[in-house]
């Protein structure tokens, strides 16, 4: 019997649960020993770690946060902390580590390799900032719950006449402006990979108001920064009352939609499959339909592209 521990690092992501969920009923139907560790790197230093049953997993597929907890730990960055780390998967006897979350996470996970412990990667987090995969888990969910946003902010931009400016998550990654912008219809989308020029986002808005547009809205990526001063900026150039709302962390809860439960249950199974298959110092991502598994460095030595394309057409579809 081999025993497998599991823990979730860095963001939050709707999903990660039902990888979980997927890494410890898989490995226990494959005859395995489970052990979930508590508070990602942080728990692990300290020994925070538990085994997990069938029962440890039941009635959390559809929610969201992690039941593991998460946190992101300075400590495991120092060579001190990962010997901590070492000798606590050493004493619970840990063949092989499965870690859910960003590339930090994976930074970490690959050092835990390089030092002998077996390690998978699972892409968990909402920015889908990772070139190697094509959505990571928790991405689809957070898209959503902006659409949904849009939608309600669209309502009270329609009545006032207003230029609704929303910002949102993704740190230095676009991807979650520009699918929810393209899908929430937005006249504008700011993204930090393609910048912006105020006149023509103003000239646009002006554009739509003599048309007879009653709502404007605009998308921006965090990694652009300063939304107050995009509203007081438009405000001045245009005449059109603005008004600014920061999605914040509302973009990270919420239960996972199906998307993410598919790809979150696929990529826990594997990663356990994998570590059985005595593989190793891999991430799993999506290519379309199909799973693959890079070797981290890959995942590191890639900056990731942005969707020049989707952006254009999502312009043409808000003149
Ligand atoms: O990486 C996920 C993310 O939600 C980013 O989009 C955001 O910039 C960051 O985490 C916020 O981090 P925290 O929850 O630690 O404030």
Avoid: W
Avoid at 30 to 40: A, D, E, F, V
Avoid at 75 to 94: D, S
Avoid at 181 to 201: K, M, R, T
Avoid at 241 to 256: A, F, K, N, Y
Wanted: hydrophobic letters at 40%; proline letters at 2%; aromatic letters at 6%.
């Amino acid at each position: 019997m081999k025993t497998i521990a599991v823990l979730t690092s860095g963001g939050d992501a709707p999903g990660m649960n039902a990888a979980i969920r997927a890494v410890v009923r898989n490995g226990i139907y494959k005859g395995c020993r489970i052990i979930g560790i508590k508070q990602g790197y942080h728990g692990l230093i300290r020994g925070n770690m538990t085994e997990m049953n069938l029962s440890s997993v039941a009635d959390i597929i559809h929610r969201g946060g992690t039941i593991l907890q998460t946190a992101r730990s300075e400590e495991f960055m120092t060579e001190e902390g990962r010997k901590k780390a070492l000798y606590a998967l050493k004493i619970f006897n840990v063949d092989g580590l499965v870690v859910i979350g960003g590339d930090g996470s994976f930074k970490g996970a690959q050092k835990l390799t390089e030092l002998g412990v077996p390690t998978i990667g699972i892409p968990g987090t909402i920015d889908n900032d990772l070139r190697y995969t094509d959505y990571t888990i928790g991405f689809d969910t957070a898209v959503n719950t902006v659409m949904d946003a849009i939608g309600k902010i669209r309502d009270t931009s329609t009545s006032h006449g207003r230029a609704n400016i929303i910002e949102v998550m993704g740190r230095h990654c676009g991807d979650i402006a520009l699918y929810s912008g393209l899908a929430g219809g937005a006249e504008s989308i700011i993204v930090p990979e393609v910048g912006f020029d105020i006149n023509q986002v103003c000239n646009k808005l002006i554009k739509g108001r003599n048309r007879g547009k009653l709502h404007s809205i605009i998308i921006l990526a965090e990694g652009v920064g300063g939304a107050m001063e995009l509203g007081d900026h438009i405000k001045e150039m245009t005449g059109i009352d603005t008004r600014v709302t920061i999605l914040g962390h509302l973009q990270r809860g919420g239960s996972p939609t199906f998307q993410d439960r598919l790809l979150a249950s696929k990529m826990g199974a594997r990663a356990v499959d994998l570590l059985l298959e005595g593989k190793s110092g891999l991430a799993l991502g999506s290519s379309g339909m199909d799973l693959i598994e890079v070797e981290y460095d890959r995942v590191f030595n890639q900056e990731k592209e942005f969707d020049m394309d989707t952006y254009d057409l999502a312009n043409i579809l808000s003149i």
